[in-house]
């Protein structure tokens, strides 16, 4: 595996796989490695010609009473991670590369960047959307792969990629939980043994609401309802919302019709958590 921290030398790779006719993979990521990082990984392998995977803590897409400076990094393990995988390249910008002095350009995709996530944390997805474009437009990627766990985020950048004419496939690969249930964050690693524990009540709720679905219940409030009970049953807990969506707009439903996204995001103390689950209907 090679290892490249400079734009120019990445860009000269990238342009020379291209001449040979190789399609690219990019797997874009903060880096500290869980199974869910990995599995796209794997997927990207499988897929592309080459793969490279970004390690990058995007200060832009962090608020400034977020956890920038805590956000766990560990490159040397993920490196070492990666070359056992068999990743061809892994590029590690530093932030005066991507955000050089004088930067100005924000990509912002209006309607979908304010909605979930995004309400309290403002300029979240602005930060998001402008890193991947920066590195879309570095690596030229035939293919880029984004975890579930994520919804919104990849489904702003489908958007962002379907307006701008990008010629990048977006992957979206299913959410990778612990055997008890808790979705895959890097954030994971805060959470004391009781939070641990209080955080199992989101896979938890998720399950029970798709479970009442699958049994017929389509009232959007009922369901609601149902999540912020057994969030509420845990102590220490604090719900930052909880939301039955449409997959394009991410308007709120009143019923489910076809298909809807769960999605919900909670604080444990300082932690704030995100699960979420795609609920089907057959007509
Ligand atoms: O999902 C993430 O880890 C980040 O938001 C991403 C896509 C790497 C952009 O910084």
Do not use: W
Not at 103 to 112: A, R
Not at 114 to 129: M, T
Not at 182 to 195: D, G
Not at 201 to 223: A, C, H, N, P, Y
Request: net charge neutral; proline share 4%; hydrophobic share 40%.
């Amino acid at each position: 595996m090679k290892t490249c921290t400079q734009i120019y030398e990445m860009k000269d790779i990238v342009k020379n796989l291209k001449r040979q006719g190789m399609r690219i993979g990019l797997v874009p990521t903060m880096g500290y490695f869980h199974e869910g990082h990995l599995s796209l990984v794997r997927e990207c392998i499988e897929m592309a010609d080459r793969t490279v995977v970004s390690v990058f803590v995007n200060p832009a897409q962090f608020g400034p009473n977020e956890d920038f400076k805590q956000y766990p990094r560990d490159l040397e393990r993920d490196s070492e991670i990666l070359e056992k995988k068999g990743v061809d390249y892994l590029f590690v910008p530093d932030a005066e590369q991507i955000y050089p002095q004088g930067f100005k350009t924000y990509v912002e995709v209006k309607g979908l960047q304010d909605k979930l996530c995004g309400r309290s944390r403002i300029g979240h997805f602005r930060g998001v959307c402008t890193v991947v474009l920066k590195l879309f437009n570095i690596l030229n990627p035939d293919l880029a792969f984004f975890g579930q766990k994520d919804q919104q985020q990849a489904i702003i950048l489908k958007k962002m990629a379907q307006d701008l004419d990008l010629d990048v496939k977006i992957e979206v690969l299913p959410i990778v939980r612990e055997e008890d249930g808790l979705a895959l964050s890097s954030r994971n690693v805060y959470l004391s043994t009781e939070q641990r524990k209080a955080a199992l009540s989101l896979s938890r709720s998720l399950r029970e609401v798709q479970q009442m679905v699958d049994k017929g219940e389509r009232d959007t409030i009922l369901l609601k309802k149902k999540i912020q009970d057994i969030i509420n049953s845990e102590s220490l807990v604090r719900i930052d919302y909880i939301q039955i969506v449409d997959m394009e707009n991410l308007d709120p439903l009143p019923r489910i019709e076809k298909r809807a996204l769960i999605a919900i995001a909670v604080y444990f103390g300082k932690v704030r958590l995100i699960d979420n689950v795609i609920v089907y209907v057959k007509e």
